[in-house]
Structures are given as C-alpha cells and as structure tokens.
C-alpha cells in the first residue's frame, strides 16, 4: 500500500497555506488593524492570525456590523484601508451596511468573509450563501475565491480598487477549504502604497484647468462646495490658497468639514437641507460661480437641487470620479482629478496671471455676517435652562469643553443636523465624523472605536441618539474590554425623532410607530464596566460632560434631551 508522501521542510518553507496567505497579503499592505467577528469557517483565518508574527492588531467586535463601522471610522481618520472580517451566512450579511456605507462614502474599507468549502457549494450546506451575488452590487470590487493560487493576485487587486480612482469597499470572500490549501510562498507580495489613499494620483486635463482659471478670474463672487473629496486626496493647504487667492466663501457638505478650519475668515460652514442655515443659503445663492470641489453635489448638499438655482450660476465641478460630474447640475467646465493636484494646478494658473490675493475682502466680511446671524439665534437657545435640556445647550457645552484637536462622531438622525450646524470643528482634516451617504443607525459609537484607534492621541467623543444606542450598545463591551477613553454621549428623547419630525412638518402631526420606553442608558453603561451619568439639569449638564471626558477610560453621559420635533433643528424642510 502506497503511502503518502510528507514534504520535506525545504518544501514546507516555500508554500503556505491560503489562510496564512491572506494573513501575509494584509501585512504587505501596511495593515495594521483588523475588526472581526469568529465564526466555524474563519477557524484556519484565526488560527494563522493567532500563530503568525504579523504584527497586526485584532479587535473582537459584538456584531458584524459594528467590525465595519469600526473599520470606517479608522479609514476615515487614518487615510487607511480599514479592514473588517466575519464568517460565512448571518456573518456576510451583518457586514454589508457598513461595506456599502463605506462605498458611497469614498472610503476604502476591505470587508473579509470566509465561506463554505468550494466543494460544498450547492449541497445545502449550513450558512452556504452566493457572497458574490450579495456583495457586488455594493461594493466597488468583490471577488470569491475558488482556489488559494489566486489569494495574492485578488488581494492586490483589491487594495488597488479601494485605492485608486474613486475609493471605495471591497469585498474577498475566502472559502474554508481555500484556506486550508497551499500555495506558492515567493507568490505572497504587495505594495504597500495601495495601503492607502489616495495611492495614486491623477492630474486634471491642462485645457480644461486653463478653461477653469479663466472662469475664476471672470467671476464677481465665486463660491467653493467643498465634500469629503479634498479631505481625503489631503488638499485642504489648496484649497485656502484657492479661496484666499480669488476672496471666494467656501462651504462645505457634512463630509467636507475640516476642508477649511472654521475659524478662517472665507469659512462659511456647511450648507444644504442638514445643518444648512437660511443665513448660510443666502451666500450660496449669491454666488455667480460655484466650484463643486469632491462633493457629488447631491440632494442634501443642494437642498433637493434648489441652491444653488440651476443656470443662476456657472458651474465648476472638481472630482476623480468622471460619473458625478454633470449628474445634477450643467456644467461650464468639468475637472476630472484628484482635488489636490486640481487645486494646486489652479493656483498656478491664476498666479502666472497676475490675479492678486486681498488680506480684507468684502466677500469675507459678508460672511462673517451670515455666520454671526446664524451664531446669534443658536447662542440663544443654547443659553437656556429649560427642561427637557435642549439639544444647542448639549452642542454649546461639548464645544466648550473639547480641546480643537478632538474628534467628535455623530449619528445621522438628531444629533448630526446641530453639529454639523453650530460645533465649531477648528483646524483641518477629519473632526467631525458622520455617515452621511445612507445614514443608518448605530454609526457613532462603533466608528469611534476605530476613529479613536486611528488617532489614540486625540479625544474622541461619539454622540448619538438613543434610537442609535439601541442598535449598537454591545460595542460598550468592547469598549470597557479595551479600557478606552471614549467619551458617549446619548441624546435621550423616547422616539425615533427624525421620523416624528418628519411626520409633524409633512403629515399633519398624525405620529404613528415612532416613539418607544425610556431607557436609563447610563445604568445600562454602568452594567457594562462604562463610568456613567444620566443629566436632567441644563446646568449640571457642564460638569457631567468635564468629568466624563477627564475619565481615563470609557465614559458615557445621558442626556435627556427636547424631542426633535419640538426643536429648532437646522433642517430647512422642517423650518418650511
């Protein structure tokens, strides 16, 4: 009887196998962090994260889908691939949020699930799922693999997706059996520039920057809209030349916060139909050119495509991708680039032209205007004792008591419209966070983990509604395990109060199926090995937040806010 043959260990040393492969190929690429969830067919993916000197670090999340949001926040803060992991069935599809938030969002988060065998498919296997079919209508590359010599070609073209032009999710399904083979070790490279965005730059056409400086030096009063776009290609320096150069106001989308510190003289804050103001409209509307910088210029931004008018003002779109570009307004000159390289080359093109800067323009001075109107109506509001505690009182004292180099996440629902509106984000780069392409609950306190480890130098503090907090509270676990100084606040208002305004302002106040129990969120934290305080009193609401985010470890202040539909948001639908 014929036996099997036992490699030698020369053999050995020159294959792995396809788990410690997908293990080698995140290390390549400079990862650093993983966020996952176990399950039966990710054992040998554990078993060579748990025996391989890679380095990288493993976060065990509660929920999949919290792995993603914490792997978007880190991207998000880092200019990283985040990199989040489950198993096969339930796990694929709890990833899914946050892989097609991250995808919408421009953010380069690399999703990883393991499978059933490739043998086993259609076989009724447990957890068996078509991962590809589920995937690739959300995310911008996404592959199953069938056997473990395909492992380093599919994670390099991988991180070349999520890198390169427009960033976004990808998705490496990685079946147990492919895992378990082996394959060829000197196949096992990367390159560690795709680790990160953006990998690789792309210049505007030189025709169309000469077309767009002679738009600028024509223009009367210029305006930039500026999205998460210049964030992430890093051109925020650009930008201020830009806009310093031409006297232009820039406002920005939620996304684009920390394009241009707030404090500057030409920083208008952010406009559209979620934390845009009337006072900050008005400056839009005046404009007779605007320049879309990395901004899709989408309903949000446009307040339903309204301000600007279409055809009051001549349109200037910047983006990398060349789809966005005349989707939703006619435009006189389209830049197809990264925004940095964009801006750069506009700079130089109105310098050789002689186009002097002005240190007092009357552009910033009028807004300045707009802006001290808007500040006046909030100081207002936030001044006041009345219970329940209104939420600019919450905005007035976080603002207050955070230092400028802090990172503040929000959730799209009551929280994000009054930040995005009146918290002074200083400085540049990522400081206010927000999922704003789909807006899905349970956001704020998972992507702050990920945020506050992209950037353990700086405070971070997560805020959400406590509709959100019901969708995410296991992460508080995670959380207390890991003994980090993240500071959650919860708005606590008993509805899901997006919702409820929504049915006040459009439907006759006829409320139905929004509102749900009261919940003392801090004795929940509290359970959860989270230093903890619920607020009632607008004036013991300071000192609550200051011990809070003095606590060397998690923190979490409940704050029992006025419902939303008894506020004043910042919404213009609802001001309507």
Not at 36 to 42: A, N, Q, R, V
Not at 146 to 166: E, L, S
Not at 528 to 534: F, I, L, W
Not at 560 to 575: D, G, I, N, R, T
């Amino acid at each position: 009887m014929n036996r099997p043959v036992e490699p030698s260990a020369a053999a050995q040393a020159q294959t792995v196998s396809g788990a410690e492969a997908a293990v080698w190929m995140l290390k390549a690429h400079g990862v650093e962090v993983i966020f996952g969830l176990c399950g039966d067919t990710s054992l040998p993916l554990y078993d060579a994260l748990a025996r391989l000197p890679h380095g990288m670090r493993h976060v065990l999340t509660r929920d999949e889908r919290s792995a993603a949001y914490m792997a978007d926040g880190y991207a998000r803060v880092s200019g990283r691939v985040g990199v989040c992991e489950g198993p096969s069935g339930g796990g694929a599809t709890y990833l899914l949020p946050g892989l097609v938030e991250a995808n919408e969002s421009s953010v380069p988060v690399l999703g990883i699930t393991t499978d059933v065998s490739v043998a086993a498919r259609g076989r009724y296997t447990l957890t068996e799922v078509d991962q590809g079919a589920l995937m690739q209508p959300l995310t911008k590359w996404n592959a199953v693999l069938d056997r473990a010599a395909d492992i380093p070609r599919v994670f390099r073209a991988a991180f070349n997706q999520m890198t390169t032009g427009r960033p976004g999710s990808a998705h490496i399904a990685l079946p147990f059996d492919v895992q378990n083979a082996s394959l060829e070790r000197a196949d096992v490279w990367g390159d560690p520039s795709l680790g990160q965005v953006p990998a690789r730059r792309v210049a505007p056409d030189p025709f169309y920057v000469e077309l767009a400086a002679k738009l600028l030096r024509e223009a009367a009063r210029p305006l930039f809209i500026c999205g998460g776009g210049v964030l992430i290609s890093g051109a925020e320096h650009e930008l201020a030349e830009l806009a310093e150069r031409l006297s232009a106001p820039v406002a920005t989308t939620i996304s684009g916060l920390g394009s241009i510190p707030g404090d500057h003289p030409l920083a208008l804050g952010v406009v559209g139909s979620n934390g845009g103001t009337p006072e900050t409209r008005a400056v839009v509307d005046q404009a007779d050119l605007v320049v879309f910088a990395g901004c899709r210029a989408g309903s949000v931004t446009t307040e339903r495509w309204r301000h600007p008018a279409p055809g009051r003002a001549k349109v200037l779109h910047l983006d990398i991708d060349p789809a966005v570009i005349g989707a939703n307004y006619r435009v006189d000159v389209p830049l197809v680039g990264d925004a940095r390289l964009a801006l750069a080359l506009l700079n130089e093109a109105l310098e050789s032209r002689g186009r002097p800067s002005r240190n007092a323009p009357p552009e910033a001075a009028a807004v300045q205007e707009a802006k001290a109107r808007k500040l006046a109506k909030f100081r207002r509001l936030a001044a006041s004792d009345e219970k329940p505690i209104r939420p600019e009182r919450l905005v007035a004292e976080l603002a207050q008591a955070l230092d400028p180099d802090s990172m503040l996440v929000t959730d799209p629902g009551t929280p994000c419209p009054y930040f995005s509106a009146y918290f002074p984000v200083r400085g540049t780069g990522r400081r206010l966070l927000s999922n704003r392409a789909h807006g899905a609950l349970g956001y704020a306190l998972s992507a702050a983990i990920g945020a506050h480890l992209a950037r353990p130098a700086a405070k971070c503090v997560a805020v959400m509604g406590d509709g959100s907090f019901g969708f995410t509270v296991g992460e508080l676990e995670t959380a207390a395990r890991l003994k980090l100084p993240i500071t959650f606040v919860v708005i606590a208002n008993g509805s899901y109060g997006w919702i409820k305004a929504g049915q006040k302002s459009g439907y006759g106040k006829r409320y139905f199926s929004v509102d749900f129990g009261a919940t003392d969120h801090a004795a929940v934290a509290a359970a959860y090995g989270v230093r903890s305080r619920r607020v009632t009193e607008p004036r013991e609401l300071a000192g609550a937040l200051a011990q809070a985010l003095a606590h060397g470890g998690p923190s979490l202040v409940d704050v029992v806010c006025q419902p939303l539909h008894e506020a004043h948001a910042p919404v213009s639908e609802w001001v309507a």
